[in-house]
T-cell receptor, first 113, second 113 residues
Framework: LAKTTQPISMDSYEGQEVNITCSHN???????ITWYQQFPSQGPRFIIQ???TKVTNEVASLFIPADRKSSTLSLPRVSLSDTAVYYC??????????????FGTGTLLAVQP | SQTIHQWPATLVQPVGSPLSLECTVE??????LYWYRQAAGRGLQLLFY??????ISSEVPQNLSASRPQDRQFILSSKKLLLSDSGFYLC????????????FGPGTRLTVT
């Protein structure tokens, strides 16, 4: 399983764009990159997933360089309600006995007014 | 649409008492089911997962056990709680296709005193 490394915490202000980078140097050829968001006392929520280049949805964008050894979650114009822990995960997109989600400690994003 | 339920929402139990947490999923058939635990300020730790009725895989040896008596029901149990069992317990489900998109329940906050 590819290990991921993220900053422990980040600070931002309302209205700013926030970029959270995740390193995954040992990512395998068939692995996908997935990001989750977790608010206090709630379960994590799937945000976005990608394999290469750029993926965008209504919540965020995910940038993946050609070597795929890192990825960047971009949150446009954050608000106070975006304060949460963000997790980066790497692995196969399908199930099976050996495929498991591995959540690290994530990045605590604190958005200030 | 699919929904996932967990109960109770909060629980305070003395050391040595038994535990039973229940999780049910609606709106889907034969899901993969998971139990996670999250200690304060930590990431999620996978405890058990199940790919079908009666099929349980344990990730971490401990005094907890899991059972899946029905297709969409997942139960976490203990015969004698320890102080170290305190934490936030989350149930999740997904399908094999789209594996990395797991859907989490609201969680149970367990405090062992």
């Amino acid at each position: 399983l590819a290990k991921t490394t993220q900053p422990i915490s980040m600070d931002s202000y309302e209205g700013q764009e926030v970029n959270i980078t995740c390193s995954h140097n040992n990512i395998a050829t068939n692995d996908y990159i997935t990001w989750y968001q977790q608010f206090p006392s709630q379960g994590p929520r799937f945000i976005i997933q990608g394999y290469k280049t750029k993926v965008t949805n209504e919540v965020a964008s995910l940038f993946i360089p050609a070597d795929r050894k890192s990825s960047t979650l971009s949150l446009p114009r954050v608000s106070l309600s975006d304060t949460a822990v963000y997790y980066c995960l790497v692995g196969l997109p399908y199930g099976g006995a050996t495929n498991k989600l591995i959540f690290g400690t994530g990045t605590l994003l604190a958005v200030q007014p | 649409s699919q929904t996932i339920h967990q109960w109770p929402a909060t629980l305070v139990q003395p050391v040595g008492s038994p535990l039973s947490l229940e999780c049910t999923v609606e709106g889907t058939s034969n899901p993969n089911l998971y139990w996670y635990r999250q200690a304060a300020g930590r990431g999620l730790q996978l405890l058990f997962y199940s790919v079908g009725i009666g099929q349980i895989s344990s990730e971490v040896p401990q005094n907890l056990s899991a059972s899946r008596p029905q297709d969409r029901q997942f139960i976490l149990s203990s015969k004698k709680l320890l102080l170290s069992d305190s934490g936030f317990y989350l149930c999740a489900w997904n399908m094999d296709r789209g594996f990395y998109e797991q859907y989490f329940g609201p969680g149970t906050r367990l405090t062992v005193t």
